[in-house]
């Protein structure tokens, strides 16, 4: 049943999406102007109407599912290709519809092509690859290529805020699915990330006893003094080499400068390449011994997002993409990075994903924010190619 990844058959999907650039880069160009930063609901349901209305073009079956959620808006579900098999398990295509950027940037920033790269808010993170999922489903029907697996497409609407209410729902799908496919950003040069650090975050909080700064100090506890000890020796934990990092980020506290501080308090955010760490971490931080006795600790928080770890499954699914990619003509690298998407909670629940496929670029983000045309092509004609034989 699987389709033979020949010559012919990336040839076939290359010229597709050259013939389609016109119509995607207008779909593109919708979908960036409709700005959905996380949260604004009217935003996030305009932006989801539009790729629902995408789906219900798309000639095949598809199964259309929205999530809603009172504060984030509504998550969009899509299954197609699950004729006769609806027991199957998919592969399953993760993305968001929500952005970091406030409205107004599109009208700051507008949409602009320029030296092969085209900007806007959002594009590279991840609207165009939003776009590029549909057509890709929209290349298989139209081709006749049947793709080996079902195929479910996951767009939550709360990503770049942590997930609190999508998450739930990547679990499911990824428990259920054969192999999960992320469309987030690439790394630089269009690369394809293995692996993605976990993250933590934590508070900690001194209680110490105020005291007159010149009259008589020695009554007083620093808690300003506690935590900027606390600090230092939270960043001797950062270990480069088993990709750790410790970073205190936020510190406040103390009221006026003649006054020995009564209360101080830190954020820390900390990230891992293994759970191994993570767990070790946690430890070490809810138990945080106080440097002066007469001040007390209080820590609140715990681990965010699990690590994707570069597994050997994982490998094994890079090293096919790579073959992939090279029947379409470019070589797929492949990088480790800090930053956690919805991938690393499906890997938590032992699904194998592949991160950062989306169109090479930049700026994710940040005011440059671009994707590179030339990329768009083969970047469609390839994700379809992982669909047919995965
Ligand atoms: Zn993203």
């Known amino acids: 049943m699987t389709v033979e990844w020949d010559r012919s058959v990336a040839a076939a999907l290359h ?11 207008s779909f593109m160009r919708a979908l960036v102007e409709v700005e959905s930063p996380s949260g604004d609901l009217e935003g996030n349901s305009a932006v989801v109407s539009l790729l629902a209305g995408a789906a219900r073009q798309i000639d095949l079956e598809t199964e259309i599912t929205f999530e809603s959620n009172p504060d984030y808006g509504t998550h969009l579900l899509i299954r197609a290709f699950g004729k006769g098999r609806t027991d199957a398990p998919a592969t399953l295509i993760l993305g968001h519809t929500d952005t970091v950027h406030p409205r107004g940037s599109t009208t700051e920033r507008p949409w602009r092509e320029e030296d092969g790269r085209i900007y806007a808010p959002g594009i590279f993170d991840m609207k165009a690859n939003c776009a590029l999922a549909f057509e890709s489903l929209r290349a298989c029907a139209t081709l006749k290529l049947q793709p080996a697996h079902p ?17 739930a729902l990547v679990e499911a799908e990824a428990r259920r699915a054969s192999r999960v496919l992320v469309f987030e950003p690439s790394a630089p040069g269009g690369s394809a990330k293995t692996a993605r650090k976990g993250t933590s975050t934590y508070k900690v909080r001194a209680e110490g006893r105020a005291a007159h700064a010149g009259l008589d100090p020695e009554k007083g506890a620093s808690a300003v003094l506690e935590i900027a000890r606390q600090i230092e020796r939270l960043h001797t934990f950062n270990d480069a080499a088993r990709g750790v990092t410790v970073n205190a980020g936020v510190v406040s506290g103390g009221t ?6 009564a209360e101080a308090q830190t954020e820390i955010d900390v990230r891992f390449s293994a759970m191994a760490d993570a767990l070790r971490m946690e430890e070490t931080i809810l138990n945080l011994r106080p440097f002066d006795e007469r001040v007390r600790l209080s820590v609140e928080g715990g681990i965010n997002r699990p690590p994707l770890e570069r597994s050997e499954a994982v490998v094994a699914l890079y090293e096919h993409a790579r073959r992939i990619a090279s029947g ?5 690298g492949e990088a480790s990075v800090g930053g956690a998407s919805d991938g690393n909670f499906a890997a938590a629940v032992g699904a194998t994903v592949l991160d950062g496929l989306g169109i090479a670029g930049d700026g994710a983000h940040a005011a440059h ?9 083969r970047r469609g004609a390839f994700l379809s190619g992982l669909l047919i034989t995965l």
């Open 369 to 377: 924010e671009h994707i590179i045309k030339s990329d768009i092509a």
């Open 15 to 25: 010229e597709y999406f050259v013939k389609r650039e016109g119509e995607l880069l």
């Open 256 to 261: 006026r400068s003649n006054v020995v501080a």
């Open 151 to 167: 195929v479910v497409i996951l767009l939550t609407c709360d990503e770049e805020v942590g997930s609190q209410s999508g998450r």
């Open 328 to 332: 379409v003509g470019f070589e797929l």
